[in-house]
């Protein structure tokens, strides 16, 4: 059984003040509403995880305000070298120090908006499994709107799963790494891809994980999904045999949506 993830990618959202209000707000929930105590027990029991991930600058208020394990932390990016004059970036000893469990490696606005190239996140992806902090990897892949429509879905997601982890072996991608399928053009638009076409592309990452390190490690892999996700639509994708969970930008802003799409997972 593969333990099903919810994570909120905040994005350049929700500074301290914020952080702390939607924190406790969410923990008040896991502890006094029946159905936020059934996701606590869900969540002790291993059957779902529940992350955040807020900007770089809220991580240690998010850490300082919850009050037990049940909210993991990540971070949206890294550098892959632990030290050194990079001006303006965040090392994996500094996110481990500041509580974090996870980081999103290659979200598509990394590689589109900031030109984050296939050959640079296969460095931040190896450095995250090998540093010593264990901080887990959430490896983002899609395709853009042009892909999908030339037919190239399989195609993209291909190369970059290959460029990304080539070098891996099988006990480290069904322990350690977690994929976020995140097709470009369902990301903030309000166009979810269906469930179907959702359930293909997870399915066609898994069987790749299969080829390459085989039936172990993909029956292990992890599999998110992401693009306008919501409370309206998030069971329907979470039923899917090859989606573990849903990778949420905006529904993931507000404690009570973000609230329901958990539910929907238990
Ligand atoms: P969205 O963002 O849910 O706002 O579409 C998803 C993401 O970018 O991870």
């Known amino acids: 059984m593969r333990t099903k993830m919810i994570a909120g990618n905040w994005k350049m959202h929700n500074g301290q003040k914020a952080t702390e ?27 779902i995880e529940v992350v955040i991930a807020p900007p770089f600058t809220s991580i240690p208020a998010a850490v300082a305000t919850r009050t037990g394990e049940s909210l993991r932390i990540a971070a949206q990016n890294v550098h892959h070298e632990p030290k050194g004059a990079f001006t303006g970036e ?34 931040k992806l190896l450095a995250t499994l090998e540093d010593e902090s264990k901080i887990l990897p959430i490896f983002c892949v899609g ?64 069987t790749q994980a299969f080829e390459r390190f085989g039936i172990a490690a993909s029956d292990a892999l992890r599999i998110l999904y992401g693009g306008s996700v919501k409370p309206e639509n998030s069971k329907g994708i979470l039923s899917q ?23 929907t997972a238990i």
């Open 21 to 47: 209000a939607f924190v406790a707000k969410l923990e008040e929930w896991l502890s006094d509403d029946p159905t936020g105590k059934a996701a606590a027990e869900a969540i002790a029991a291993e059957k």
């Open 90 to 123: 965040v090392s994996l000893p500094m996110l481990a120090e500041a509580g974090c469990q996870y980081v999103i490696i290659g979200h598509s606005e990394r590689r589109h908006v900031f030109g984050e190239s296939n050959e640079l996140l296969e460095k």
């Open 143 to 206: 395709e853009l709107l042009e892909d999908r429509e030339a037919g190239n879905t399989e195609q993209v997601l291909k190369s970059q799963l290959d460029a990304a982890w080539s070098s891996l072996t099988s006990d480290v991608v069904g322990d350690m790494v977690v994929i976020a399928y995140e097709p470009v053009w369902a990301i903030g638009t309000g166009k979810t891809a269906s469930d179907a076409d959702a359930e293909k592309a997870c399915d066609y990452i898994r």
């Open 241 to 263: 045999k090859n989606i573990d969970g849903l990778l949420i930008g905006g529904a993931s802003l507000d404690v009570d949506s973000f609230a329901k799409i958990i539910a």
